[in-house]
């Protein structure tokens, strides 16, 4: 049996849960967010508590129990509190430039790389190097994190690229002078 899926997820003040034909919808004045509910899987609402169960004992409901559980947690915290991700960028003349929506990355290439942030994500510029992608929706902006980094992931050896906020960059030696 999950023990994720049979987790009670308590409905923070200030957000509103519903629960229509299979969609759950989540509000807050941070914004909305919305889940098909898959119909392997049980979901209740009583008395600011959500409640996920498996329809039948099949290893499958038993498994979707947990995912679906496990999604509605981060909806909640998403509407509550929202998620942040931090991009640092290390190299010389690496840099972000950010004007909006818009991400104007130079690290290393010939041009500048420009990137669009999806609806949904602000992009706030702590300094030239550092970046803070947030939002209500964690898939999306782990998502968009995820594709930002891939432009120039940090390289092992002088360890120069975007990485995470945070992020261990293990290190190689490089060749050695012949003796």
Do not use: C, W
């Not at 190299?91 to 950010?98: D, E, I, P, Q």
């Amino acid at each position: 049996m999950s023990r994720i899926g049979n987790r009670k997820l308590q409905i923070p003040t200030g957000v509103e849960a519903t629960l229509v034909d299979n969609k759950l919808t989540i509000k807050s004045n941070k914004g909305s967010l919305d889940l098909v509910i898959n119909p392997l899987v049980k979901v209740e609402i009583s008395d600011g508590v959500i409640h996920t169960s498996p329809v039948d004992a099949t290893s499958q409901s038993n498994i979707m129990s947990g995912t679906v559980n496990s999604l509605i947690h981060n909806m909640l915290i998403g509407v509550s509190e929202g998620y942040t991700v931090g991009l640092e960028i290390i190299g010389v003349g690496y840099r972000f430039n950010v004007s909006g929506n818009k991400i104007g990355i130079n690290a290393g290439f010939s041009h500048p790389v420009e990137m669009i942030a999806p609806e949904g994500i602000t992009v706030k510029s702590i300094s030239n190097t550092e970046l803070e992608l947030s939002g209500i929706d964690k898939q999306k902006v782990n998502e968009f994190a995820a594709k930002v980094r891939e432009i120039r992931s940090p390289e092992p050896y002088k360890g120069k690229g975007i990485r995470y906020k945070g992020e261990y960059v293990r290190r190689k030696e490089g060749k050695k002078a012949a003796k």
